[in-house]
């Protein structure tokens, strides 16, 4: 990008370059604030910066400052790994702050949490995409001990039938609830209290594993992050009780009612006809004696055995206390005449001091930082998601060249994860420390603002295909000229070793393009901590002005690989910047973790945007819920690779040129 001094001036500071867990709820089962508004301290701009320009009224755009005074906030050891850009507004300035990261440096990971502990951003923007939502699963952390899906629910024919409504009451009583984090010993606990309604004769849990539309929860308690695993779904298999026929029901005699016994008799005698349960009646009994009384009452029903009832009738303090079956004194602690008893099997495990539940729409509440609004997907959401193929985690393209282009990429992944080993950094560390970070200094919102991987991985994959190819089809075809002018001697003996070497030189052309850049991160991957961090650190600040792209020695040798920058870095860098200028306007844009509620730890939920950037980015009916942005804004630090910081930045002065025509 060629800067042009009188529209952008960007202060440019260094970024180096940058499933077990279904599993485990089974096995447990088997066994039976810091205020998120930006201190102003993050570098107050001058009063009369010089030549300020601004693009269009109203529109969000990039404008001169003075460096020094727009890097204030950003300690000098940082100056020469980040970009600081603003974006102006007609309501206020965004300070959006680019840091480069490495995905091999330790210092890099440092770096990173040193930035968004001293800017304090509203947004935290990552590299990542709905792809790689489990990069920020940590691994070295045991396998996780709490578990939440967004659909828990009873057996279809028990949700049917009459007994639906008393279901409902059951299930927003219960410890799983949707959206909520809850153990083994919880789901458990569960069983026994359904149990306890009465209602059953037996309940069984049953779970589902993941599918493609859910992703990790993450619950911050101030120290680490928690994470809590993803089940498809939770179902409460549960068996209808049967009871004896209904002989005869009389109110006790110490229970004053407004109901009529009479009444009550002859709902018993219509509802007892061949076909329909005690259990149905009673239930029918029950509400109608709950519509009678006011205020809330607490029904009984006793003498189930013989099938000669007998109802009490008590008045409660709260609607929380009321009665939802009438049978629950029949039903002790989940054991009573014809329930087979559930034995919990999992220990109790530390709660993770979840609020309120999700299960309706609400706002977050991020410690004195504005709140971001989203609302729950609906079940027909959820449906359609659960049934689709291109969410999170999709398969690797297929095909002939596909499959060379993953066995490349991964050899790559490979050493460039070993050269991680060396240095003590894991794949995605640099995502989990800023993550972290952004949840111990209160911000709201961490998006992943970066192109899905599988999208991006064809694209790079046709891309180096188309060229390699031709070099390995010219080598062929000279291979078989050859051999066909020595077998026709329609060249000379003497001249048949020129075309071999015309060949030799067409196909190590071909397969130099692509052995390169693997011996070269090979050999990141043989030196020790010390060099690896030399060799990824910058040689010079992004902040002088070249619009030459940064391309660290080793780690980012894949670019040279043919055609791989326009996918892997170009595509990339457009898309990003346009997450972040949807960011910075409060429209969201990009997939997030949205903190959805905070008692004693911030729960940080996966959430879609109402106004996605890319619709194939941010697939509907993903995730626990839709969230609507934020138009107070002040900040945004985004933590990508350091090849792409230059690139991003360009991309936003053409967002922002566009914005003003």
């Known amino acids: ?22 599993g485990g709820i089974h096995a447990a089962l088997s066994r039976r604030k810091s205020n998120t508004s930006v201190r102003r301290s993050r570098g107050r701009l001058s009063s009369k910066p010089a030549k300020q320009l601004k693009f269009a009224l109203g529109a969000l755009t990039l404008s001169k400052t003075n460096q020094a005074a727009g890097t204030r906030s ?56 709905k792809d790689r939502v489990d990069l920020l699963v940590d691994p070295s952390r045991p396998a996780p001990k709490h578990w939440h899906s967004r659909v828990v629910k009873f057996n279809s024919s028990f949700a049917q039938q009459s007994t639906g409504t008393a279901c409902k009451k059951l299930l927003a ?42 992703a990790p929860m993450f619950v911050h308690d101030g120290i680490q992050m928690q994470t809590v695993a993803p089940l498809g779904s939770l179902t409460f298999q549960a068996a209808p009780r049967q009871l004896p026929k209904i002989k005869s029901m009389a109110l006790d005699s110490t229970t004053k009612s407004s109901g009529s016994m009479q009444q009550l008799a002859d709902i018993a005698s219509e509802e007892s006809k061949p076909g329909t349960s005690t259990v149905d009646v009673l239930l029918k ?103 689709s193929t291109s969410g999170r985690g ?24 070993e050269a991680g080993q060396v240095v003590g950094v894991s794949s995605g560390e640099a995502w989990r420390v800023a993550f972290q970070a952004a949840a111990q200094h209160g911000v709201a919102q961490v998006h992943l603002g970066d192109k899905p991987a599988i999208a991006m991985s064809q694209r790079m994959s046709a891309a180096i295909t188309a060229g390699t190819v031709p070099y390995l089809a010219a080598a062929l075809l000279l291979s078989l000229a050859t051999v066909a002018a020595a077998a026709t001697q329609a060249v000379p003996a003497s001249m048949l070793p020129l075309p071999s070497v015309v060949t030799l030189g067409v196909l190590g052309k071909g397969l130099s393009s692509i052995l390169g850049p693997l011996l070269e991160i090979q050999k990141l991957s043989k030196m020790s901590a010390e060099e690896i961090e030399a060799a990824v650190d910058l040689r010079e600040p992004l902040q002088n002005g070249s619009s030459q792209l940064v391309k660290l020695w080793g780690e980012d040798a894949l670019l040279d690989w043919p055609g791989a920058r326009g996918p892997v870095i170009h595509e990339r860098d457009a898309h990003m910047a346009r997450t972040i200028h949807a960011a910075a306007r409060g429209t969201g844009g990009s997939p997030a973790f949205i903190v959805d509620s905070r008692d004693t730890n911030a729960v940080w939920q996966y959430m879609m945007p109402q106004e996605p950037v890319e619709s194939e980015a941010c697939p509907r009916g993903h995730g626990n819920g839709v969230y609507f942005g934020d138009d107070k804004v002040q900040s945004i630090v985004a933590v990508v690779g350091t090849a792409h910081v230059r690139g991003i930045v360009a991309e936003l002065q053409k967002l922002t040129v566009l914005q003003s025509s």
């Open 74 to 129: 950003v300690p000098g050891t940082l100056r020469k790994y980040v970009a600081h850009v603003v974006l102006q507004s007609c309501k206020r300035p965004v300070h959006v702050y680019i840091l480069g990261a490495s995905h091999v440096s330790r210092q890099s990971c440092s770096q990173t949490a040193q930035l968004i502990s001293t800017t304090k951003p509203d947004i935290v923007l990552l590299e990542l995409c």
């Open 173 to 214: 009583r219960l410890r799983c609830r949707p959206g909520r984090p809850f153990s083994a010993y919880d789901i458990e606990q569960d069983c026994i209290q359904l149990l306890s309604s009465g209602l059953f004769a037996s309940v069984t849990p049953v779970t589902q594993p993941a599918t493609l539309s859910d």
């Open 394 to 417: 999709s398969p690797l393209p297929s095909g002939l060249s596909n499959t060379f282009t993953n066995f490349v990429t991964q050899t790559y992944a490979r050493y460039q994860r």
């Open 1 to 22: 990008m060629h800067t042009n001094p009188t529209t952008l001036q960007v202060s440019l500071v260094k970024a180096p370059n940058l499933c077990r867990l279904h």
């Open 285 to 387: 009994v029950h509400d109608q004696l709950q519509r009678s009384v006011t205020p809330p009452a607490s029904i009984s029903f006793c003498g189930l055995e013989s099938g000669e009832i007998k109802v009490s009738v008590d008045t409660v303090n709260s609607p929380e206390e009321a009665s939802i079956t009438g049978l629950e004194s029949t039903a002790t602690l989940g054991k009573g005449w014809g329930i087979s008893a559930f034995q919990p099997r999992s220990p109790q495990v530390p709660s993770l001091h979840y609020g309120s539940a999700s299960t309706s729409g609400s706002t977050t509440d991020t410690g004195g930082s504005e709140a971001v609004h989203w609302r729950p997907h609906s079940e027909a959401e959820i449906d359609a998601a659960q049934g």
